[in-house]
């Protein structure tokens, strides 16, 4: 092992400190980390402690370790409440960079002050427009729980900012591949789409959670394999109106939050025209005992023929009524997982799906406990029905 090049054991380090964000920098996330990838977008703090924990820890192993750490603490960047280590001018983009744009893959702010509103967005939006043989910037989290200045909307400068004008030409930022923005459901900021399109052309993954939309605007992302929306149902509604516009032809995995069965017109319109090439879908329909089911389509399966995973909240899945029980995958089809999302506790609702559980063998039943993040596995055998994931940390078993 001594032998081996310092090179290797770097790249070695690298992919250590990245494995909770390695999937958007590879080939993106497939069935089977996609749960996790996800999720780790609503964590507000912890997958940030948890790398910071990784780091030294691997610090302690060795001196050429120790060092090689610490050049690359700036891959990732997290700016929580205004910190005051940081500087936020137009001249400054990380500590101890001194002129020139600091060697951030990864940049994460959560803004929960009024007055940071203005100074930190107006950082970042330098951050972005950094030049392109400068080191990329990959990943951008916004998570601003202020409320807006009034007559202010932040994402105006932010986006409007990244694109700038040199003779007849318009600069893009083309190597930000994760976007995931969030707003407090209080704030009546709006965000462009159309904005979002032409700025980050080169976008793979986009998470909107409780976010406004401006509305009827197209979103064309020729790249954007990972879209997740989690919003109220006043601003979904506007949001999945304008689904029918949208140009993405390489989604491959959807995460849509609270919807009713009057927007699935809306949302066939979009999501049918990708249905051959979808891997993950997780609906979570409204739980309103005055609105019908969100039921399967007879030909859902024959639309979606690469669907792995598909997730539905638990409301749905316990009635035996839902026609999913009847219009079940294939045995040759490739689904391996139905994904039933609580927020009450896992074995009480799973004796009820238990019971009427019609799928082929080859799919296995998960249960994910919204609160805890943990996942359970469901088995048909009486003996063992249940069988925690939590070892796994959320990332399903390949099979």
């Not at 400190?17 to 993106?28: C, D, L, V, W, Y």
């Amino acid at each position: 092992m001594e032998r081996v090049p310092i090179e290797l054991w770097e790249q070695i380090l690298l992919k250590v400190m990245e494995m909770g964000e390695a999937p958007i920098f590879a080939t993106s996330c497939t069935p089977y980390t996609f749960l996790y990838f996800v999720n780790q977008q609503t964590w507000y703090l912890t997958p940030h402690d948890d790398y910071l924990e990784r780091r030294r820890r691997l610090r302690l192993v060795c001196r050429t370790w120790y060092e090689f750490v610490l050049s690359t603490r700036h891959r990732w960047l997290h700016l929580y409440r205004g910190d005051a280590m940081y500087k936020l001018d137009s001249t400054t983009t990380s500590p101890g960079c001194r002129g020139g744009v600091g060697p951030i893959e990864r940049l994460s702010t959560t803004i929960s002050s009024e007055e940071l509103v203005i100074p930190v967005l107006s950082w970042v939006s330098h951050i972005l427009k950094r030049p392109e043989n400068h080191a990329p910037l990959r990943a951008y989290t916004l998570r601003l729980f202020a409320t807006p200045v009034p007559g202010y909307n932040p994402f105006d400068d932010l986006l409007v900012g990244t694109t700038t004008i040199q003779g007849t030409k318009t600069k893009m930022n083309t190597t930000l591949h994760l976007l995931s923005i969030t707003t407090s459901i209080g704030s009546n900021a709006s965000i462009a789409l159309s904005q979002i399109s032409r700025t980050f052309t080169g976008l793979r993954s986009l998470f909107l959670i409780d976010v406004r939309v401006t509305p009827q605007q197209a979103l064309t992302l020729r790249h954007l394999e990972v879209l997740s929306v989690c919003c109220p149902f006043p601003r979904l509604e506007t949001l999945l109106g304008s689904m029918e516009t949208w140009e993405t032809p390489a989604l491959r995995h959807v995460d849509l939050g609270v919807i009713s069965t009057p927007l699935m017109d809306l949302l066939d319109r979009f999501l049918g025209r990708y249905a051959h090439q979808i891997e993950n879908l997780v609906l979570d329909p409204i739980n309103d005992h005055s609105l019908p089911l969100l039921n399967l389509p007879p030909g859902f399966w024959a639309h979606f023929t690469e669907l792995r995973l598909l997730g539905l909240d638990g409301a749905t899945l316990e009635h035996k009524e839902w026609s999913g029980w009847s219009v079940v995958p294939p045995p040759t089809h490739p689904c391996r997982y139905l994904l039933c999302r609580l927020n009450t506790p896992v074995t009480h609702v799973v004796d009820k799906i238990h019971s009427i559980w019609t799928w082929h063998d080859g799919v296995r039943l998960v249960a994910e406990h919204d609160e805890s993040d943990e996942y359970y596995i469901v088995k048909k055998d009486p003996d063992s029905l249940i069988t925690s994931l939590e070892s796994n940390y959320g990332v399903l078993p390949e099979f």
